[in-house]
Every structure is written in C-alpha cells, then in structure tokens.
C-alpha cells in the first residue's frame, strides 16, 4: 500500500520539506528532483507546482496534496479537506487574492470594472467573482509580472498578496479581496473512502500539526522552594495542569510546563522576582496537546 | 512620436539586450526593470513574458514586439512579420513543439493518442494539431516541468525543444513535431500601416539583422605581392568583389574582405602558402551587405 | 508605549538577530531594510552603522542601542550601560584597539610615535591615548583597509583586532592596546529615568543574558541506581543542586542537571563508569539562573 | 601532551566539523586553513585529504585519524581501528567500490577484463582484487570524471559510489563489488600503546558515536493517568525501562523516554489513542546508553 | 623613476582597471589585494579609498591619484587638475551632492535649514556650503545609508546621486544642490614640475581619454560607386574629412570614416539608399583626433 | 576522417575554450560535458584531466591533446611537440616545478635532501632529478594542498608554481628547480606520420597561434600629410613595411600598421607630435605574419 502525495515545488518547496522532516519524514531530491525518496515505505512523494496539485488531486492521479485554498477554487477541485496548514516563509497570515488599480485610477470599486481589462493568474476565481457582483469585464491570463501591468498593459489586476507590500511599491490601490486562502493538505474522495489511505492521512495529518504547534511553543522548567509553589503556579498559563515533581532530599519541586514562546518574554522576569530558580527553556519538536 | 516595442523578459532577456546593444540601442534597467530605459526617445521599452507579447501587439496595446512563432500562434495573434532574427543562447536552430512519450510507451504516433490525456504549455496550439490529424484527446495546461509529467500524470506532453537533450534524459520518445519556431519582431496591423513607424521598425530591423550578421562574419586584410594577386583572389570567396588598394611606393597591394568566420579556419593556411603576408582578423560589430 | 532601540547594521547584524530571536523577539527585514519589523508592539528597532549608535543614544534619538565600548568611547556617549554582551561571529575574547607598525619599522614603543603619522578610525580615542601618553603625533581618519596602509602610507595605525591574525598576515607588529572592548547594551540617561522604559530595558537584558548564557550550557539528564547515587553525585559540580526525582517502581533514580557544555566532554565517561545509564544530553534556549 | 588528529578535507569537511561541534568539540577555521584551531588544548587538528590520511597515521606523522576503510586498504595502512562513524552527506549506507562497464559492454562479469584496461582512483585495492580473482588486466590510476572514461578511455573502471545513481547517469553496468568501507577513527599502533592517547582516543570515540546515536533518536514525554500506565508502557519500546515520576497533587504520571526518531510516527497516534496528553518531543545532542 | 598613482578601491575599481587596460596598462591584483601589479615598470598602483586619495595627493604621498571633485573638495586638496576622465558604472552624468529632506518635510530651501540637524559623508564641503548660504546648521558626518536618516535621526542629509533614483525611492525631496562632481586625474603640485612625471602624467591622459572616446564611436567602411560619392559623403559627418581609397580594377571607392556610435542607427539606412554597399562597423580601442 | 583531440578539464578549461573560440572553434558542454560539442565535423574533443592527456597521447587512445611540458615528463610520454602556446590565467610565464623547504629549515640546497620525505604530484619528474643529483630520498605523492605539508608532514615539496607568491604566502624557501613547463599542443607519433591528421594538426596550430599573437598585437591606422610621411615612419617599428594609401583628392596619405599593444602606450604621443591625425587603434582577432 502506497499513498500518492503531491507536494508544491518552488518557493513552499524548502519550507514543507523541513515541516515534513520536523514531522519525521525525511524527502531527499538527489536522484531525480521531481519525485524525491522518502523514508517512509508507505509513501509517494511527487514534487508539482501548487497550482497544479488540486487538478491531479481532483482527478485520483494522487491521492493528496498539499496547495492553498486559492488553487483549489481556480481548478474546481472538489476534494476533502484533512487539515489546515500555517506555514509560509514569512508571515503566518492567510494570503488574499485582491483586485488592485492603480493609485490614481478612476476605478473606486468592484461595480467600476465594467468594460475594463483585468489580468490574473486566476482566471476562473476572478471571473467568477466579477459575475457575482454583476460586472462584465476581460479576464485574461497573467504569465508573471502581474503587478507591473496596471495601468500600462490592463486597467486591474487580481493578485495574491500576503502583506500587500508588493502593491504599495508598485504603486497600487486595493479595491477588494476575492479570497482568503491557507494551505490544506487535502485528499481524493475515492481515497477518502480507503481505510487504509485515510487512516494515513490523519496519522500525516497529526505529526504535520504537532510540528507546527511545536514551533510557536517551548517547554520551561524551573526549580520552586515548596512555599513560593502557589504564587508560582498563579504566573504560570492556567490552561494546563504543570507536571510538577517532588526532589530528593529537599524542600524544593521541579516544575516542568509547555508555555507559547511569546509568553516566555513576560513571565520569566515574574517568574524570577516569585522565587524561581535555574528557570531554562528548551526547545520543541512535536507538540501534541 | 514613440514606438511601444515588447521585450522578452527572462531566458531570452540578456541575449536579447546584448543584441540591442550590438546594433545601437542601450538598454538599461536599473531604475524600473519592466519598463526600463533606452537611449533613444523614440523608443519605449517594455519587459514582459514572451508568451504575452503577441497577445499585446495584437491588441495595439504595444506597436511591435520580440517573440516566437510558437507563441504568436498559441495567441492566435494576426500580426505583421517584421525581420526573423535567428539568436538564441546554444544553436542557430529553430526551437520545435514535438509531442513526445515514454520510451516505453505503447503509443507509436498521433492516432494513438486518441482518449489520452496530453499536457502542454501550449494548450490552443496543440489542440488544434491533434483535431487536424483526427485525434480526440484531453489537453490540459501544464505550469512546469512539463517533461516529468510522462508517464505518472499524463500519457504525453507537448514540450518545446531545441536540440531533444532535455527529453532523451527524461526517457522520451518523440512522435511527432507540432511546429517549428523562430523568433520574429513582429508588428501590429494598425501601427504597420503608420509610415513613421513602419519607417522606424524596418530601421530597427536592418540594424538588428546587421548585428546579427556581424556574429557570423569576420573582416581579413593581408598583404600581397602583385604578382601573386590572381592565386590569392581565386581562394577568396567569388561573391562579393574584395577591396583591393595599391601600397604606396611597394609592388604589394592590400585586400581587405569580409567572410564568413566559418570559412576563415580554411582560408588562412591556404592564404599563406599562396604568398600573402601579415594576414590579421579582426572583429566585426555590424555588416550590412 | 515605545523603546526606540538601535542595533547594528553589517558584520552584528546577523549574530544580533539570532540572538534577539533566541531572546524571543523576532526581528524580520522584509519591508523596508533599515527599520524592520519586532514582534513586539514595545519596541521599536533601527539599524545603523555601530560607529554612530552611541551618538545617538547620547543625543536622545535612540533610548538604548547595542554597540561596543570603542564606539562608546569614540563618541564621547554619556550612557547608562545595562548589559554587557559578550558575543560575536568567532571568539568570545574582547576586541582590542591596538597601535602596530610594520615589523620592520624602528618604532619600538607609543613614544617613538612622536612626530610620526597614525591612520584609525577611531580618531578621538587614538588622539586621546597619544595625548595621555605625551605624544605629538598626526592622527588621520581612516576610510578603510587601514592595516596595508603602513609603511606605504603611515608610519601607524591604530586599528581593532580580535585575534591579531590580519595584523599579522600583514607584517605588522603591535607596539600597544589603546583600549579593550566588548558589545554593551546601553541607554540614554533620560529614559533611564523613565520606569516603564527601564523595566522593559532590563527585563530585555534578563533574556539576552539568558540566550547567550544558554549557549554555553547543556542539559543532562541520566538514570542512577540508588547505590550509586553519592558517587555520580561528586562527578557533577557542585555549586548547583541537581534534580533527583524517584523513578516510579524501582531502585532507580532519574538526575537531572544543567552544565558548562566545555565540561560534558570530560564529565560523560566519568559517569558511565560511575554506573550512570542512559545519559542524554539536550540543548537550552535560555538560562537564568 | 597533545595527540595529533588528521581530519579530511573537502566533501566531508563541513560534516566532520558539525560533528564534532556536537561532540563538544568546537572546530575554526579562521586563521589558516589546514591547522585549525580547536577548543581543546589536548588535540591538533590537521585538514588533508582523506586519500592521504591513514598513510601519515601508518607512519606516525599523525596519532589517528578520520578516513574510510578504502583508503585504510588502498595504503596498506596498519592501524587500530577505534570506532565506525556512520555519518555522510546523504545516505547511512557504507560506500562501495565497484567495478563498472559500458552497459552494452560484452564484458559481463570479473574473468572478462583479462588484457583490459581498468582505470580507477584504487589502483592497490583494484590491482589485488583483480590478481586474486585471476585476471590479468592493466590498472591506470585515474585523476578524476573516472565514471565518464568508459568506453572512450577504458575498458572498464573501479569507481567508489554510494547509490550507484551517478554510474546509471552515464550508462554504467556494475560487474562486481571490490569493497564496501565506511568511516573510521583509526590510531597508529605505537600511539595505541599510550596509555594518555588511548584513553583519549576512548572518550573522542564515545563522545563522537555519542552525538551520532542522538541524531537518530528524540525525547517524548508525556502525562498519563494512572490507571492507563500499563497500555501506555506496553506501547512504548520494551528494552529499556521509561523514567516515570508522580506529579505532585494528582492521579498522573509523567513519562519521559528515549526513542527512535523514526518510530515516533507510528507511536504518537497510538499514545494519544491510548490516553496519553501533552505528548511532546524534544531534540537530543548526545546519547549514551 | 616611477609614478606613484592612487587608483579607487570598492564600486569604481572594476571600471577603472578595464579603462586602463584599454588604455595599455594591465593591472593585476592577484599577489596583494591593495599594491597590485601592473604591466609598466614606470608606475606604482595603490588602491585605496576614492575618499582618501586626495589627501595623499595633495601631502605628497602619492604623485597623482584618480578621484571625484567632491573628495577633493572636502580633503581641501591643494591639486593639479591633469583630465576629466568621464567614465562610471551606469550614466555619464556628473554625480552631485544634494540637500535632501522627506517629501513631507516643512523645510523648502536652503534658509529653513537653520537649527536643523543634517547628516552627510562629506561634512566639510556641507559646512561650507550652508555657511556661504548664512546658515547655522549640525553637521555631523554620517558612516553609510545617509538616505533613510531622514526623518527619523537627522531633518536633512547631503548625499550624492547619479540619477536621484535613490532619493526618490526614500521618500525624500531635493532642496539643493551643493556641488556637480567628475572624476579627475589629479597631481600633486611638486610632482607636477618634475618633467618626466608631467610628461608621463600627459602621456596616462591621452592614452585614457583615447580609450574613453573609443568607447563612443565606432568605425564604418563601405564601398562606394565612384558618381555615388558625393551622396554618400553629405551624409556623413561633415567635420572630419573620412579616408577615401580607389578600389583596383574596378569603378568603386572605399570610404571609411570614423562616427559617434550614437549617428550610426540613422546614417545606416541612409547611407545604403544612397548606393552604399558592404557597410560595415567595427569597434575601436582607441581614438586620439 | 576525424582527430581526436584531448584538452585539459579544470582551470585551463575555460581559457582553453575561448582561444580556440578565437581560433575559430566553438566548443560548446551544454549536452554532455566531458565530450563537447565543437563546430568542425572533423574534431572530435575530450575533456580530461592534464595530468592524464599526454598518457593517453602515448599510447593512441588521443590522436593529440593539450597539457603541459611538467605531465608530459610525468608520463613519460613520447610524443610529438606541435606547438607551443603561451596562455594562461595570470602571467605568459612558464610554470616551474620547484623544490621548497620551510624558511627556517636547515635543509639548503638538494644534497641536503638526502634520507628525507618529499611530498609532491609529480612524483616521476622529481624522482628522477634526484636521483640525477644523486640524492636518496622518499618521494611521496600527494593528493593536494602540497604548500602546507612543510614542515609538519614532510620535509620538503616538489611543486608547480607560476610566480611562487603562494609559495611565500606559506612561509617556504625555493632551493632548486626541477622543471620548466609550459603549454604544448602535442602528438601521437603513429597520428603524426598520417598526412591527413598532421596537416590537421598544423592548420590548428597556426590558427592557435595566430589567435595567441593578435592577443599581444593591435592594428594601428592614422592619417598623415605628405610631408611628414618619413618622420611618422621613422616612429613606427622597422621590421615591417606599414600598409600606406592615398587618399582620394588630397594631400595626405592613410597609414596601417600592425604593432605590439605594449609599444602603443609610448609610440601615440610621439606620433601625435609628429603630426599623426585621427589616430585609431582596433582590436585583432588573429595575426599570422
């Protein structure tokens, strides 16, 4: 039994391969780059560009993959979505699809795109937008560069943007988001239904997510003399329950906690000035909760 | 009065500035690289993918641009053939759309290809190939890496190749060749029709292709004796009449000749045991014949 | 509520944003290069050149900034310094301001300087030292690779060294230390005044301290029978109480403690004879003690 | 005393150098390149190339050194064997020195290359293979691109490769195995005797297998409540015992255990079905069982 | 004897080694990166800063170096003006050094700079400046990306641009424009009535500003039927009288001329309606007129 | 009918491709890049090591290759020299392999190497010398970096250098050399006896030459009046008659001349003064005399 996996060459290319081997699979491309080894039998690892995945995952030719929201619209891509995935090379916000002009256009809102020209990568996802909203306009393919067309080549774009800083710098005016989208690993139906393929896919599916709990968690550990143990316990998240553990041969305890990484910068100073000793942070693999 | 010309921007780009550069025309990006600066004010430049240019030439949205044969029949552009220029990074030959499939494939030619599935970057092109030759097939767009899609996602591709390396090494077999392509500075219909720009474009065009020409002669001067003028012209190539001047106060004469650089490797010993002396080569920036 | 903090742009740079990671602050310079964004709404970070930080701490521009004592020095900065940070891309060893010359140069000490010509960058604290010294000697500002300068061009220079290699691989000979330095965190007196400012300024300095402290030390942990307790006991050092905690339904304890990485190398054998199995050894984010 | 260490150069270098950097060792190659510094006053490090090592270790010139078991054969080097280290840049299989023809060669197997031509790095290793095998063949030592030499060059080469991909690459067919080797830490016999040098080798060796033994495992701790210890156990490793410790004020146990990284997968689903929470994992440095 | 020349170190170095190799003078760097060594044993190459290079002109350490006007202005250089070398990485525009201060900024010209704080790298040519102007302003010199100070550490700052470009993309407005600045070959006074110097010193120049006028014209030969000559030559530049041969045998002439590279793109087309044939261009190394 | 040509792969490899691409030979590696492809259907080319091409000149396998006097000792190869061609990275000097000993050795000149270790690549070559000189020592070869084996691992080297500034850099004393060595197109002997191959292999030769020679020379044309024709001939070198023409309907005369670029920088100003116009200098591609 194998599950066929796509995975998105280029630029989440670098960024899902450490998320795959903080999870425990290591993906090596020496041999031939567009289908890596993987140190799992029961796996197929194939390399594809993003917007591709959802068609081929659609189609049964791979039984899951890994691609945004955005290209599962564009390619119509009726598929199940197994789990959300925050990952990106530099900000963990949702990438939108937004419909831009330029600064001094005449175009204030969407209803303005009547007659104008619009080039997009995704043509599907735009035109389909612009009919919702009762606009006829010229949707044609965008080969790159999209950004720089506005306003010599087409009258809008419909462009991914995560920061929108890209926009700014090209001198663009955002007029409205199309989409939000985050990266899914998402399955076939058919393969859904195989008991085998499912049952995978979540086990996949855990790991990928205790990896990406683990980067923004740390573990601390701090010795307390007994009698600071509550004002201790009081500083630190109430959420959880601390594993707390009695030394040997003293009147101290050992605890031990998971706390989000931003939360460390505030409470260590309380920590310190309530008693605690030898307070260390450690780092994090895989946080299952 | 300017010219709206479109430029390739990517694999084609440094090649096809140095060309430029060769016949007059420097062409800097350093302040906007998709609209960069030229100098000359008749001129506006402007960078895009070479898959978009016919579409805009033939829109008017630009006056003439640089691109293939393959693209501008994929875009199903009518537009004005101005000057082939054959430049490129490796050979001189035409670049060829060919439907190829794995080595070890079962399907032998076009009409095996009936009810398979075919990726392409050129989806208008190659559907129209396949229905000419009686074929019913699925042609979906491919975004990359076209040539490792066969045979795990599709059952044949239509790839652009110049000299079948790339496929040989991915164990594909070529069927059939789709197109062969040529780049071309290529004019809109309407902008064709204005003397000023049709009077420039040929301007630009008779420097591009003496630029071009320029890459594959040399000039040859040598000296020699009179008596030895009749052997020495009899190697020269017969075409062109060479220039022949009489040294002052000697029985030498000089000849000067423009060949083709190909030819020079033959000429020279020959050259040299005919009688001539201080042969020198030098290079050439522009021939105009 | 702000700090507006200067960090250092070049050779620190990077060391400085590990380290401020590691610290729990993540600094990312996607947007505009000189002001990047913090994940902490409390500050506020400026790069710029070590040299001028001080000046502007002094001044009031900056609230605190990181930079070195030479710096300092050189700018005449009166400043509070909070921390010091002894890190860098090789050695921890301070950096040194030394006089050299040439190895084959007469001058044998700072007062044969007399009437001679000293290149530095540092040019207040070389003139200062020389003055302090009664020396009269020319001291020039020095644009740059200001170790080839002697003999061809100076007489001296003044010029900072961590190792002295490069003094060396020049054929340079040091004749004097004008001053030692390492990288201080440091405020401005006013808003050292301010509480808020300066909680926040100290708490920065508790996790800095506690990253670079952290990258010196390891954690181990190791199980013990109960009979052999006493002996690992000595092996470990003995300033800090290790955690011993009852492993449960056995005669065995597990120890776990927190040491100089430099001495694991010589501790680890020393345990395992001692009867410790199962030592592990783990890395530390942060430690405060 | 100082025990002298010949590290190799190139391929392995920076891998050498990260290893031992776990180990404890901390490895700068600042100042000159082929004597590296190193935070150990007890060793000198000396950069060669690996071909080169064993033969100076044979000698004498260096206590011990890293180098495969081929080159250890190839110099005929009579050394002490103290440790295998299985580390490299892609794979943990040992290395293969490999005799090799063109794939449509009619040589198929050893007694076929009688009067052929063998080009290989291993002249020593190949030439004895061959003489023990009967075959009388001329061997040419080979100064590189040996893999690309058959057939122009030679008849057949001896060439070291790890997965063979790179011999499939350039139509190679593999006719027999001369040699598997894999890195060694090996002594000169004379350095051996001493007892200083034997001991330190000891600890180097234990502390670089040490580091090696991490890389392949991980820390999981988790809570458990009581009465779901024995399923939790029983789903854990049997060999070795898990520390388990009481959390004060509660009906849970804390768990801590080390385990292969690469049966993590299949684990964690079971633990958490099983009842375990606050599953984490963290990152080791050195393992010493 | 030998020159002692100073030639700029860092963004002008590449450029200026090609411009003398052009020139004649091959100039290598490979034994020390700073005295590099050149192909005439007449001169003595030192790199150094572009800064520094007129103060050591003018105290005589070096017989002449090449530097802008700006440096030597702000080194108050006491020097002998040799030639204007027009040569840089992207334009042939003067660089200059601007007041700048943010679009936004309240300050409009020169006077409203009063009390303000203006950073820049050349602080003596900016006091000076401001003085001349009546204005009392902090000038305090700044140690690199002098641009993005500006509104944040300084009101102002005098930088140098090529284009401006940079300052626009900085959000900052050109209040002033303090000196227009050329490279300069430059000598010290006493060297410059040493004859040999001087006349080697001319002889550098003429060789220089040769090769840097080559750089704009190139060479045209074509040959010419004898009743065409009279066209062909009122289409050529009328100032220089162009090199006029007899063919042998034949009713034709070879003309050749040398033109601006910039005419060329509208003499050709002319030129071969006016009857001329074989046009051809060629580059030059050299022009001296 | 084709020759099989050996040129060296490595840092000769790309010099080696631009003079025969000046020769009139390009050799492109774009499909397989150990047996290039080359624009003459009568060559056929391999990449190799130089170490290893005139073994394989030797014994028949290369009709011809390119390598060094110093391999072809080596090797004993009895070959036939064709040519010598001077080209290299740095310098037109040869190469000398060398004898070095540490600065502060006692060992002075060879007899001193008697019982001693030498550590080089050209093991044959220095064995040899040796024993000429009648000294016994161990000569080992090695795998690189020879330069840092002294004094450490062997006592002396034997190795190749261009200018010996790496031999300084190291801190070694030249007390002998062995070898001079430079560039040699040589021969099979059994190819050399066949007329085709050899007038092959001479026409390479000279185009190879002639490509070398225009590197050092540089076409020189001038306009001069009657009148000062002798004074202006009497400034141009003597060895060749310049070519000298008429201009049509004037006074004054064209002159060409072919001279050594080095002679330029002297010979412009003198011609300029003896009343020389428009002088221009022009690059060369090949020269045969």
Do not use: C
């Not at 594809?48 to 119509?76: C, F, K």
């Not at 831009?100 to 996802?125: F, M, P, Q, W, Y």
């Not at 049952?199 to 980067?215: D, P, W």
Request: hydrophobic content about 45%; overall charge negative.
């Amino acid at each position: 039994m194998k599950l066929r996996l796509g995975l998105p060459k280029g630029s989440l290319e670098e960024s899902t391969f450490q998320l795959f081997k903080q999870a425990g699979f290591n993906i090596s491309t020496s041999s031939r780059s567009y289908y890596p080894a993987v140190n799992d039998p029961e796996l197929e690892i194939l390399l594809m560009r993003a917007q591709e995945i959802p068609r081929y995952v659609h189609e049964g030719v791979l039984d899951a993959g890994i691609s945004g929201l955005d290209w599962i619209t564009e390619n119509n891509a009726d598929v199940v979505e197994v789990a959300e995935l925050l990952y990106s090379k530099r900000t963990s916000n949702p990438v939108r699809l937004v419909i831009a002009v330029a600064e001094s256009s005449d175009i204030k809102d969407v209803s303005d795109l009547n007659g104008k020209r619009v080039a997009t990568e995704l043509v599907n996802v735009t035109e389909k937008y612009l009919k919702e909203h009762g606009v006829t306009a010229s949707v044609e393919f965008s080969w790159g560069a999209t950004e720089v067309k506005v306003p010599k080549l087409v009258d809008a774009i419909a462009d991914l943007t995560e920061t929108g800083s890209s926009l700014v710098a090209n001198k663009l005016r955002i007029i409205a988001t199309v989409l939000e989208s985050t990266t899914k690993l998402h399955a076939n139906r058919t393969a859904w239904e195989d008991p085998w393929k499912r049952e995978k896919l979540q086990s996949i599916a855990v790991l990928l997510q205790g990896a990406l709990l683990a980067r923004t968690k740390v573990g601390l550990k701090m010795n307390v003399p007994e009698d600071a143990l509550d004002k201790i316990l009081s500083i630190l998240p109430a959420m959880k329950q601390p594993s707390i553990s009695r030394l040997v041969g003293s009147e101290w305890v050992a605890i031990e906690v998971i706390v989000d990484e931003v939360q460390v910068r505030d409470m260590i100073p309380a920590l310190k000035s309530g008693g605690a000793q030898d307070i260390i942070e450690y780092p994090l693999s895989k946080v299952i909760p």
